[in-house]
T-cell receptor, first 112, second 113 residues
């Protein structure tokens, strides 16, 4: 039972490059989330998808785009990476209306 | 704006000491609150959650939290910490409905043997 799977786990980019973080969950959850974690700032919500076919901005959406490809997959794209986007990114999913989040292992991104 | 705040950013304790980590939320209405833990190098795991009912919630590994509506607080407690409790702890709650879960800045706990 894999839960929430993120790829890649590590990535180094140069400023201006683009990349996509992939996330897939096998728990049949409706809602999926992307957070970034930075020292002293906790987790900040980038985008979320309450259900297949919908996406909404979180607290820090600038510089990111998302796609809810189907119920299982939710990708995060950086079109033109900036050093300020150096962070650890976590994908999460959730089932019931007010249920807990289940997190992936995280993706560590460095932008030079 | 609705928010979740944690007072202590770094806490250092000796083994067997008691722990209390503060969490305050700024929104009203129906409140659902969570405490998550992140051990070094790992992803977040749920410690406990409050949805309704008994305001004293018990979680895994001997942790508990008390929801005090009048103080807008949901503090995490443990009577006697162990070295293995060294981790970062996050309080979280919903903002603007049941889809947007936001987190506090976290409290980094170091327990010395």
């Amino acid at each position: 039972n894999a839960g929430v799977t993120q790829t890649p786990k590590f990535q180094v980019l140069k400023t201006g490059q683009s990349m996509t973080l992939q996330c897939a969950q096998d728990m049949n959850h409706n809602s999926m989330y992307w957070y970034r974690q930075d020292p002293g700032m906790g987790l900040r919500l980038i985008y979320y998808s309450a259900s297949e076919g919908t996406t909404d901005k979180g607290e820090v959406p600038n510089g990111y785009n998302v796609s809810r490809l189907n119920k299982r997959e939710f990708s995060l794209r950086l079109e033109s990476a900036a050093p300020s986007q150096t962070s650890v990114y976590f994908c999460a999913s959730r089932t019931t209306r007010a249920g807990e989040l289940f997190f992936g292992e995280g993706s560590r991104l460095t932008v030079l | 704006a609705q928010s979740v705040s944690q007072h202590n950013h770094h806490v250092i304790l000796s083994e067997a000491a008691s722990l209390e980590l503060g969490c305050n939320y700024s929104y009203g209405g129906t409140v659902n609150l969570f405490w998550y833990v992140q051990y070094p190098g790992q992803h977040l795991q749920l410690l406990l959650k409050y949805f309704s009912g008994d305001p004293l919630v018990k979680g895994i590994k001997g942790f508990e939290a008390e929801f005090i509506k009048s103080k807008f607080s949901f503090n995490l407690r443990k009577p006697s910490v162990q070295w293995s409790d060294t981790a970062e702890y996050f309080c979280a709650g919903f903002s603007g409905g049941y889809n947007k879960l936001i987190f506090g800045a976290g409290t980094r706990l170091a327990v010395h043997p």
